[in-house]
């Protein structure tokens, strides 16, 4: 089970950090991905690290300004949000999975565990 948290409103330029609790299962092994979601749009990668300290990924769109992290002694992964733009509005969620492979860390269809999305609203 994922629980998604720390969402909120927030302007511009300004910093959210997400948090994505994990149960139920060996989290240091799986590969955990944060997916986002604005109204009319699908759902859109955003980033994801590796289990057992593998590396960790970027959609262009936020790379440099995102940083996401895991705690296994705390089965919690993090996702810090800097310099927020309104385009980055959108529900987030957490997804996890223990055996997806490298070309398909993008790809929301690949991973088996979600949570239930976090709203974030960047105003301008």
């Not at 994505?20 to 299962?25: D, N, P, V, W, Y």
């Not at 895991?70 to 980055?88: H, I, V």
């Not at 987030?92 to 055996?99: E, I, V």
Request: net charge positive; hydrophobic share 30%; with cysteine.
């Amino acid at each position: 089970q994922l629980q998604a948290s720390g969402g909120g409103l927030v302007q511009a330029g300004k910093s959210l950090r997400l948090s994505c609790a994990s149960s139920g299962r060996p989290f240091r092994t799986y590969t955990m991905g944060w997916f986002r979601q604005a109204p009319g749009n699908e759902s859109e990668f955003v980033a994801a690290v590796r289990g057992n300290g593998g590396g960790t990924y970027y959609a262009n769109s936020v790379k440099g300004r995102f940083t996401i992290s895991r705690d296994n002694a705390k089965s919690t992964t993090y996702l810090q949000m800097d310099s927020l733009k309104p385009e980055d509005t959108a529900v987030y969620y957490c997804a996890a999975d223990r055996s997806i492979i490298l070309s398909d860390l993008r790809r929301a269809g690949a991973y088996d565990h979600w949570g239930q999305g976090t709203l974030v609203t960047v105003s301008s």
